[in-house]
T-cell receptor, first 116, second 118 residues
Framework: NAGVTQTPKFQVLKTGQSMTLQCAQD?????MYWYRQDPGMGLRLIYYSASEGTTDKGEVPNGYNVSRLNKREFSLRLESAAPSQTSVYFCASSERGTGSISYEQYFGPGTRLTVT | AQKITQTQPGMFVQEKEAVTLDCTYDTSDPSYGLFWYKQPSSGEMIFLIYQGSYDQQNATEGRYSLNFQKARKSANLVISASQLGDSAMYFCAMREGERPGSARQLTFGSGTQLTVLP
């Protein structure tokens, strides 16, 4: 099992350019998430998808869009990149169910994005 | 108000000694879960340990244990017998609510950078 994979690993964009970050998981998880991590801060949720066909905004959704392409894949799009979007982006997945079970999130390796 | 607070930006510990990393949380939800993740310099996020709000006993996983004090809303991570490989950033995170079928968003603290000294 590869777990959660992300592409690309590194990207440099100019202000105003667009790009899509790809994420895929092979653990048959229902829920997937996109976070960003800025220096000195924890991860902040951008968007999440509770299940295939649904997406919802997280804490910092402005400037981003997402697509849950199928159960395995969840992409994050920057339509017009800004320097404030320079960050490390993590995709994660987890099970979805009932009860007080840990259902920890499994994270991808991250994408380091620089917008100049 | 911050939902997860980690007040120690950096900590140092001597190899083979124990260290406690602090985490306090804020929620009015009676059902929640607390997680600790490790992020080494390579950048990946590694799940360490989980504590549910209804769990009667403190969670333990090998050298990691969670000192859960519900009334004080604290969930401190204790690492026993520190190793050089424990040097990393450590994040406390919380998931609120146990609604059936809900997604499991996590709210993270700002992290504690732990350095283990030889």
């Amino acid at each position: 099992n590869a777990g959660v994979t992300q592409t690309p690993k590194f990207q440099v964009l100019k202000t105003g350019q667009s790009m899509t970050l790809q994420c895929a998981q092979d653990m048959n998880h229902n829920s997937m998430y996109w976070y960003r991590q800025d220096p000195g801060m924890g991860l902040r949720l951008i968007y999440y998808s509770a299940s295939e066909g649904t997406t919802d905004k997280g804490e910092v959704p402005n400037g981003y869009n997402v697509s849950r392409l199928n159960k395995r894949e969840f992409s994050l799009r920057l339509e017009s990149a800004a320097p404030s979007q320079t960050s490390v982006y993590f995709c994660a997945s987890s099970e979805r169910g009932t009860g007080s079970i840990s259902y920890e999130q499994y994270f991808g390796p991250g994408t380091r994005l620089t917008v100049t | 108000a911050q939902k997860i607070t980690q007040t120690q930006p950096g900590m140092f510990v001597q190899e083979k000694e124990a260290v406690t990393l602090d985490c306090t949380y804020d929620t009015s939800d009676p059902s929640y879960g607390l997680f600790w993740y490790k992020q080494p310099s390579s950048g990946e996020m590694i799940f360490l340990i989980y504590q549910g709000s209804y769990d009667q006993q403190n969670a333990t996983e090998g050298r990691y244990s969670l000192n859960f004090q519900k009334a004080r809303k604290s969930a401190n991570l204790v690492i026993s017998a520190s190793q050089l490989g424990d040097s990393a950033m450590y994040f406390c995170a919380m998931r609120e609510g146990e609604r059936p079928g809900s997604a499991r968003q996590l709210t993270f603290g700002s992290g504690t950078q732990l350095t283990v000294l030889p």
